[in-house]
């Protein structure tokens, strides 16, 4: 059985390159919407393990203990909105900046370019 992501690609293929240009302008932007979701789980799947191991170890020299990328990440917020965190604290710029990136590179890479 081929990986998720290489069957993802070939349905994505099949929708963009052999059904859409047999399309009406109503199904053809269905099906586009369609392709577009699924290259986003394609790319959470590409990505998003290494990402998030990454956004983990930059939460935890943030913070300064361990936990839940979900939780940690929960903390940092409330601590920036309280103001228990400072905004130039050093890493964090870099680390929301980055947390930004890994984001819109799973949900629309073309603004990284921008």
């Known amino acids: 059985m081929p990986d998720s ?7 994505i293929k099949y ?24 290259n986003i789980v394609r790319r959470e799947l590409e990505l998003r ?7 983990h170890d930059r939460l935890v020299e943030l913070l300064g203990h361990d936990g839940e990328v979900e939780a940690l990440s929960a903390e940092l917020a ?10 130039d604290l050093p890493g964090l710029r870099d680390h929301l ?14 603004w990284l370019t921008r």
């Open 97 to 110: 900046h980055q947390s930004l990136s890994d984001a819109l590179s799973i949900n629309n890479p073309k």
């Open 78 to 87: 409330e601590k920036i909105r309280t103001g228990a965190v400072p905004l």
């Open 15 to 38: 929708l963009e390159e052999e059904l859409m240009p047999t399309l009406g302008a109503y199904h053809r932007f269905k099906t586009r919407v369609t392709a577009n979701a699924l």
């Open 5 to 11: 992501t290489i069957l993802l690609k070939a349905a």
């Open 49 to 55: 393990d290494t990402q998030a191991a990454a956004e």
